[in-house]
């Protein structure tokens, strides 16, 4: 079983950026396709960004596709959030997610089977 820790959230003005970890125990990632969810207050559950095993294929939401990049070391069982030229709607708690082997619908949350416990992003005006 793997265990996913988010980090790097916090306090951040508009317009600036943040990037965010998550590091996986227990197993190789590496097999794992991985993806952010963010969900703010009073919302549900949204995607931000998928990225496959291998690295090579990335899937974004429309809200924040050209402003973040996802990336993955496996070496280190890390994936990354960069996130730039941040809003105030971007406010909410992301959480990293992993399921072994490929996903036919990264945006779906339902498919994967390990979750971090979140790490808060405020974007102030």
């Known amino acids: 079983q793997v265990q996913l820790v988010e980090s790097g959230g916090g306090l951040v003005q508009a317009g600036g950026s943040l990037t965010l970890a998550c590091v996986a125990s227990?197993?190789?990632?590496?097999?794992?396709?991985m993806g952010w969810f963010r969900q703010a207050p009073g919302k549900g559950r949204e995607f931000v960004a998928s990225?496959?095993?291998?690295?090579?294929?990335?899937f974004y939401g429309d809200s924040v596709k050209g402003r973040f990049t996802t990336s993955r070391d496996n070496a280190k069982s890390t994936v990354y959030l960069q996130m730039n030229s941040l809003k105030p709607e971007d406010t909410a708690v992301y959480y990293c997610?992993?399921?072994?082997?490929?996903?036919?619908?990264?945006?779906?949350?339902?498919?994967?089977?390990?979750w971090g416990q979140g790490t808060q992003v405020t974007v102030s005006s």
């Open positions: 997610a992993g399921k072994a082997g490929g996903l036919a619908n990264p945006d779906d949350p339902k498919p994967y089977d390990a």
């Open positions: 227990g197993r190789t990632i590496i097999d794992y396709a």
């Open positions: 990225i496959s095993w291998t690295g090579h294929s990335t």
